[in-house]
């Protein structure tokens, strides 16, 4: 091969890889917003799943994409990770339609026939496209113009590839290389590598499709350069899965367990098939229609081979990523097959919920003493924490969502609706926990101070917002009514504090004691400290509401805002929390 040829290769491998991408990005715009949802809710049963996952995979042709959506669902507790490994599964069958796009490259005819070539279909459907994106008026239009020049683009690549690498079909070095292929290890562990670096399987194939096209590349080397290209498409799956939960995590790693456990099970019964059995397809010389149809052929079997054991997959992976503790301690509560069992399911609802306030509690606590005596352990441990409230506001939602569906009492209805109220409170308590954590770490990276009359200030302030959180966590884990009634004087009393410490602050930024720059961080401090409190009164209101059976806040707050109660616990906490003179 020349330096041209070169150049033309590697031109070829561009316009198919963008094409391919151009293609793909648009058939998900015109379908994926519909896609998504039918992904989730038609992958109820295994073959149910796997069909779904060949279909969709088919559509937006790419098991990466597939993959990644479905690791999102279970990210988000939308989907089971049993679930989602059937759809994998269906997605790397649904994957090798690609092939069969690529086949059209090679169907040039000619004399009146060539009108009906690849060549000049892909000419009319470019045309075709860049008229709707040049003169579509609605964003469907455009993104269908980007399907058709997508498509044109890859023919084009795959023509310039072809036609680029004919010459190397009689160079003895290529074929000497391609002969070391027919070992099945080395062809399988060379197209692992080859479809890591594209992240992508089906340019992997159409790669392999355009060397067909110099006459050297047998069935004996294309069958493991296929099996290995199918395992490293699970490259982009992994990186989509990082910073993602325990059964995200779990999803992804089971695409590379089934590809992995297919091409195992698969080059097994083969090769040993032709030891005992020699087949003359071996030898067979292959082109871009033999290679889309080994392709779709081998992942066929591949799914057949895998279909009965998705629970066993799923226990592999279970135990090769084992859970967290922490997402152990919020999910044991919380059991399914008691959902027909109301009275249970609750108890089960309240116990979880306990335990997020209890967590809530200790990250709130955890980020004010960061203020006065910051450790990296202790930032981490808010972080977690926060990231726990997360979790247990996507999992106890969702069981209540299907609690709701059976036959509660009035009681257990209330009961349910204060939950609900009161999971997005919960979770926003350890939302500002962070923050204030943050606010920590950032004064003692930048070495800065507090001057000594604002961290009384803030002493007072933390004081009687680590007092609040306390007093509404009891209140809630024990539905003490009375000491909810407390936590609404609270919030005014800490409301005036705050007031009161931004007029010191401007006082002393006169003065030349304290900088602006310390002034952001603390107005930081004072509007989470506010929000803290405001999220803790929420929490009250829903005690209140749960225990009256009303579902109206602004009833609690017009009676005891206006009560003797209120008035009393008000005076006697003010008198309680003053900054000092």
């Known amino acids: 091969m020349t330096i041209a040829d070169f150049i033309s290769l590697f031109y070829g491998i561009a316009l198919f890889l963008f094409g391919m991408t151009l293609m793909g990005d648009g058939l998900?715009?015109?379908?994926?917003?519909?896609?998504?949802?039918?992904?989730?809710?038609?992958?109820?049963?295994?073959?149910?799943?796997?069909?779904?996952?060949?279909?969709?995979?088919?559509?937006?042709?790419?098991?990466?994409?597939?993959?990644?959506m479905v690791v999102g669902f279970v990210n988000s507790g939308l989907m089971?990770?049993?679930?989602?490994?059937?759809?994998?599964?269906?997605?790397?069958?649904?994957?090798?339609?690609?092939?069969?796009?690529?086949?059209?490259?090679e169907l040039d005819t000619a004399g009146i026939a060539s009108l009906f070539s690849a060549t000049t279909l892909a000419g009319v459907i470019a045309v075709a496209g860049i008229l709707l994106r040049m003169f579509g008026k609605k964003r469907s239009q455009h993104n269908i113009g980007d399907i058709m020049l997508g498509f044109s683009i890859l023919m084009m690549g795959m023509h310039t590839m072809s036609d680029s690498v004919r010459v190397l079909g009689d160079q003895p070095w290529f074929t000497e290389?391609?002969?070391?292929?027919?070992?099945?290890?080395?062809?399988?562990?060379?197209?692992?590598?080859?479809?890591?670096?594209?992240?992508?399987?089906?340019?992997?194939?159409?790669?392999?499709?355009?060397?067909?096209?110099?006459?050297?590349?047998?069935?004996?080397?294309?069958?493991?350069?296929?099996?290995?290209?199918?395992?490293?498409?699970?490259?982009?799956?992994?990186?989509?899965?990082?910073?993602?939960?325990?059964?995200?995590?779990?999803?992804?790693?089971?695409?590379?367990?089934?590809?992995?456990?297919?091409?195992?099970?698969?080059?097994?019964?083969?090769?040993?098939?032709?030891?005992?059995?020699?087949?003359?397809?071996?030898?067979?010389?292959?082109?871009?229609?033999?290679?889309?149809?080994?392709?779709?052929?081998?992942?066929?079997?591949?799914?057949?081979i895998l279909a009965p054991f998705t629970d066993v997959l799923e226990a592999m992976v279970s135990m090769m990523i084992p859970e967290k503790k922490e997402e152990q301690d919020m999910m044991m509560h919380l059991e399914e097959r008691f959902l027909s069992h109301p009275a249970l399911a609750m108890e089960q609802v309240r116990r979880t919920v306990c335990d997020m306030a209890q967590k809530t509690e200790t990250a709130v606590k955890l980020s004010e003493q960061l203020l006065f005596a910051y450790t990296d352990a202790g930032y981490d441990q808010v972080e977690r924490l926060e990231k726990a409230g997360d979790r247990y506001e996507d999992g106890l939602g969702s069981y209540l969502m299907q609690l709701t569906a059976q036959d509660l009492s009035k009681h257990q209805s209330d009961a349910v609706a204060g939950y609900l109220q009161s999971l997005s409170d919960f979770e926003r308590l350890s939302d500002?926990?962070?923050?204030?954590?943050?606010?920590?770490?950032?004064?003692?990276?930048?070495?800065?101070?507090?001057?000594?009359?604002?961290?009384?200030?803030?002493?007072?302030?933390?004081g009687v917002v680590g007092e609040t959180v306390g007093l509404t966590m009891q209140a809630f884990i024990h539905a003490d009514q009375i000491q909810a009634g407390r936590v609404e004087p609270l919030q005014y009393v800490i409301d005036d504090l705050c007031e009161e410490m931004k007029v010191r602050h401007v006082e002393r930024l006169r003065s030349g004691t304290c900088t602006i720059e310390l002034g952001?961080?603390?107005?930081?401090?004072?509007?989470?400290?506010?929000?803290?409190?405001?999220?803790?009164?929420?929490?009250?209101?829903?005690?209140?509401?749960?225990?009256?059976?009303?579902?109206?806040?602004?009833?609690y707050q017009a009676k005891e805002?206006?009560?003797?109660?209120?008035?009393?616990?008000?005076?006697?906490?003010?008198e309680k929390f003053s900054l000092p003179a």
């Open 520 to 555: 952001f961080v603390l107005n930081d401090l004072i509007t989470n400290f506010q929000r803290l409190s405001a999220h803790c009164s929420n929490i009250a209101i829903a005690i209140y509401e749960v225990e009256q059976g009303s579902v109206e806040a602004h009833t």
């Open 432 to 462: 500002h926990a962070l923050a204030i954590a943050r606010s920590a770490r950032e004064v003692h990276e930048k070495h800065i101070s507090f001057s000594p009359k604002a961290i009384e200030e803030l002493r007072v302030v933390t």
């Open 80 to 105: 089971k990770v049993q679930q989602a490994i059937s759809v994998t599964l269906g997605a790397i069958l649904g994957t090798s339609v690609t092939g069969w796009i690529v086949c059209l490259s």
């Open 561 to 574: 805002k206006r009560s003797p109660h209120f008035e009393r616990y008000l005076s006697e906490y003010q």
């Open 177 to 304: 290389m391609l002969s070391t292929m027919t070992n099945p290890m080395a062809g399988i562990l060379v197209g692992i590598v080859f479809s890591a670096i594209l992240q992508s399987a089906s340019a992997a194939v159409g790669i392999v499709q355009a060397l067909s096209a110099t006459g050297a590349i047998s069935f004996a080397s294309a069958l493991p350069l296929l099996m290995g290209i199918s395992i490293g498409a699970s490259l982009p799956v992994l990186l989509s899965a990082l910073g993602a939960s325990t059964d995200g995590k779990r999803t992804a790693l089971g695409y590379l367990v089934a590809t992995t456990a297919g091409v195992m099970a698969l080059a097994s019964l083969f090769y040993i098939t032709v030891v005992i059995i020699p087949i003359p397809l071996m030898t067979m010389t292959m082109d871009a229609f033999s290679i889309a149809l080994v392709n779709t052929i081998m992942r066929l079997c591949m799914l057949c």
């Open 28 to 68: 998900k715009k015109v379908s994926g917003n519909r896609l998504e949802p039918i992904l989730f809710k038609l992958s109820g049963t295994p073959w149910r799943g796997m069909l779904l996952g060949t279909g969709v995979t088919a559509v937006i042709q790419s098991s990466s994409a597939t993959s990644v």
